[in-house]
């Protein structure tokens, strides 16, 4: 069954405090794997594109790995505005897309 | 400004009543897409729509109904609403179905009472 696992479900990190949120995937011959960033009351902003283990692509504080059976969002040096729910999206061979339930992230200043 | 907008932001309705919510988006994406998220669950996909007057099911289309007779719009009704669709809905658009990132509106809350 193609599934998408985020974890942990929520992440509470002081300022400048770096750390990892994982996405694990089940999925039928993985064309891509997305990840989104959700802030509250609005809808989720595309963040980056990978599509191959061994991939890494980088924005800012954040860069973005992938494996064979999971994907990382490494976050360096947060600030308080990273704060938001960060979402992980599989597209299987068939086209679908599966979304993770997300980490809600709080960086305390 | 360029973009995708839903209305209305929010909706409170009646079980039993017809309800539409709009979708409009200024990109020219040919791919449009229907999500609820609900607390516990990813995004599910409820309908989407490969161009104009193509239409086709997602995860879990029960209960809505779809049209696209324009490639910028795409509403979603519906057509005799139950409790348990109360949920946040969200429209995405997208150049392709595959390897392209969705890009989605900001959400239409809706509650049935």
């Known amino acids: 069954e193609d599934q998408v696992t985020q974890s942990p479900e929520a992440l509470r990190l002081q300022e400048g405090e770096s750390s990892s949120l994982n996405c694990s995937y089940t999925v039928s011959g993985l064309r891509g794997l997305f990840w989104y960033r959700q802030d509250p009351g609005k809808g989720p902003e595309f963040l980056f594109t990978l599509y191959s283990a061994g991939e890494e692509k980088e924005k800012e504080r954040l860069k973005a790995t992938l494996t064979k059976k999971e994907s990382f969002l490494h976050i360096t040096a947060p600030k308080p505005e990273d704060s938001a729910t960060y979402l992980c999206?599989?597209?299987?061979?068939?086209?679908?897309?599966?979304f993770g339930t997300g980490t809600r992230l709080t960086v305390i200043p | 400004d360029a973009g995708i907008t839903q209305s209305p932001r929010y909706k409170i309705t009646e079980t039993g009543r017809q309800v539409t919510l709009m979708c409009h988006q200024t990109?020219?994406?040919?791919?449009m897409f229907w999500y609820r998220q609900d607390l516990g669950h990813g995004l599910r996909l409820i309908y989407y729509s490969a161009a104009a007057d193509i239409t086709d099911k997602g995860e879990v289309p029960d209960g809505y109904v779809v049209s696209r007779s324009k490639t910028e719009n795409f509403p979603l009704t519906l057509e005799s609403a139950t409790r348990s669709q109360t949920s946040v809905y969200f429209c995405a658009s997208g150049r392709t179905n595959s390897n392209q990132p969705q890009h989605f509106g900001d959400g239409t809350r809706l509650s049935i009472l």
């Open positions: 990109w020219s994406h040919s791919y």
């Open positions: 999206a599989a597209q299987t061979g068939a086209n679908n897309l599966f």
